[in-house]
């Protein structure tokens, strides 16, 4: 047998000198794998041996939630890529736990019943264990019930709304964190610039009852303006369907009220500043993160200031660097959305190495104790999972959005 086989090499090894020598190089006929009759020292020498196939490094699965489709789908473009950027980024420099990174993506359409959906659909069938997202706070928040359930570690870039990591019996949900600040900081935030800064006495909020972040931050500014001794002069609440507001918008003008706020997201934003600036109104519009996107009508909002978790403007090299580099990629300026993500998939897989295993109870534990340099900010959590950082305040000027000022808590 052994005869044979070394009769087959030579006869192999020949040809292929002689292929070689009258290139174009020969497509690789099947090598014939005999089973060794000898030990491996005693194999012929080869070159068409097969080396050994590696046992495959089983990947890391994590999942990126988002509004993929539907009215604010920037948000979950940009979520998606800044999450991608940093996987891709770790994958270069070895993955994690020595293992790859491998992601899957989930669209939960700023819907809650879509993000129930995708959430059982990434954690039953694809098996994840962690997962980034979602951006809106009613996707997060279903999502963080079944991922708490199951035990799977939820970290969202951007959600800000308080339920989003903790219960209605104000518990803290083990497995649940994020990467920005919360809405009642938000909403001190922007009411204080606007009675300091602005001298605003009175405002008027308009919201969506249905959506769990527009209406908890249009609470936390009314709270916050009138213990800082403003009045909210018009309180006026809207669906989601909703495309015509003038009957809003007749109220906020004859109430003229130095500031109106719309702390809804860029689609709703677009609708009531544009109709807005047709009726005439002159109050200086003011709103919070859900401005941030690509297609917010800068000229329906100009005079404009919102809260928001960073600015690309910020001279802090961490976050200078990371503009570059997501510029070279993605061949646009990164929003907060981008940025975020990117912290909370860092702020991830910088806890599963700090756990050392691929266990979400572990890395959950070794989250909450974690110090994370990030673009967004040093990051700390506190007992409800949730970082303690600054805001930006943006000005909307002249189609241009300028970085205003940083607040601390
Ligand atoms: N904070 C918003 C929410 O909780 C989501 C958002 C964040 C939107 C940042 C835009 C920018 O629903």
Not at 5 to 12: E, G, H, I
Not at 244 to 273: E, G, R
Not at 357 to 379: L, N, Q, Y
Request: charge should be negative.
């Amino acid at each position: 047998m052994k005869g044979k086989w070394t009769v087959l090499v030579s006869v192999l090894l020949v040809l292929s000198m002689l292929l070689g020598a009258c290139a174009p190089k020969p497509t690789p006929t099947p090598t014939p794998t005999p089973k060794p009759a000898v030990q491996p020292t005693e194999a012929p020498p080869t070159a068409t041996a097969v080396p050994p196939t590696p046992k495959p490094v089983e990947p890391i699965k994590i999942a990126i939630l988002g509004p993929l489709t539907g009215d604010v789908a920037t948000f979950g473009a940009s979520n998606r890529d800044g999450a991608i950027m940093a996987f891709e980024e770790w994958n270069a420099k070895g993955g994690v736990l020595g293992r790859p990174i491998e992601w899957v993506l989930g669209d939960s359409q700023c819907d809650p019943k879509a993000a129930a959906d995708v959430a059982k659909k990434v954690i039953d069938e694809d098996q994840v264990k962690y997962i980034v997202g979602a951006v809106c706070s009613s996707e997060s928040i279903p999502i963080s019930e079944y991922a708490n359930q199951k035990k799977v570690v939820q970290i969202s870039g951007t959600s800000t709304n308080v339920m989003v990591t903790v219960d209605k019996d104000g518990k803290v949900k083990p497995y649940t964190f994020r990467a920005c600040f919360i809405d009642p900081f938000q909403g001190s935030v922007m009411a204080k610039f606007a009675l300091e800064n602005l001298k605003a006495k009175t405002a008027a909020v308009v919201l969506d009852v249905g959506n769990d972040y527009i209406k908890g931050l249009a609470e936390e500014f009314r709270k916050a303006f009138e213990a800082g001794g403003g009045k909210v002069v018009v309180w006026e609440s809207f669906v989601k369907e909703d495309t015509d507001f003038s009957a809003i918008l007749a109220k906020v003008k004859a109430a003229n009220p130095d500031v109106f706020y719309i702390p809804t997201y860029y689609d709703k934003l677009n609708l009531i500043a544009a109709q807005a600036k047709q009726k005439g109104i002159t109050a200086v519009l003011l709103g919070g993160d859900g401005w941030d996107s690509p297609d917010t009508d800068l000229a329906a909002c100009d005079g404009g200031y919102y809260t928001n978790h960073y600015s690309p403007d910020d001279p802090r090299p961490i976050v200078q660097d990371f503009v570059k580099r997501y510029q070279e990629k993605f061949g646009k300026v990164p929003d907060a959305l981008a940025a975020l993500a990117y912290d909370a998939a860092n702020i991830l897989l910088a806890s599963i190495e700090k756990a050392g295993v691929d266990d979400p109870t572990a890395v959950a534990k070794a989250m909450e104790t974690i110090k994370f340099e990030a673009v967004s900010g040093t990051i700390t959590f506190d007992q409800f999972h949730n970082p303690v950082k600054n805001a930006a305040i943006l000005h909307v000027k002249d189609g241009k959005v300028l970085f205003e000022a940083s607040v601390s808590p």
